[in-house]
């Protein structure tokens, strides 16, 4: 994957502005045994892409532990509460859409 301020490095008025899902140099991740284990088994770090299945699967497992009935699933997701990320806590809002902090990069 190539970094995008390599790929606009050197070229005049470029305003480039993402969201990030790794804070600064993603410490949280790098410090969790997820890290260790992802990058021995694949050879590569994890990217936010990874952490994000990662937390998926986590908080899928939990709420099936809480509530083993599938037909609830659902609603056990969202009224959980918040889900401990490997970057950031999340909680699933009334949409079942996901609120977490987000990192704005601007360069």
Request: hydrophobic fraction near 35%; include cysteine.
């Amino acid at each position: 994957m190539t970094d995008p301020c390599r790929v606009l490095s050197g070229q005049e008025n470029v305003l480039l502005c993402y969201q990030r899902f790794l804070g600064d140099l993603g410490y949280k991740l790098s410090i969790h045994p997820f890290a260790g284990k992802f990058t021995e088994r694949f050879g590569y770090s994890p990217s936010f892409a990874s952490a994000l299945a990662y937390d998926s699967a986590s908080c899928l497992f939990v709420s099936l532990q809480k509530n083993p009935a599938r037909s609830e699933l659902k609603e056990t997701l969202l009224n959980f509460g918040s889900f401990e990320g490997l970057q950031s806590e999340f909680i699933f809002n009334q949409y079942g859409d996901v609120e977490r902090k987000l990192f704005l990069t601007t360069i």
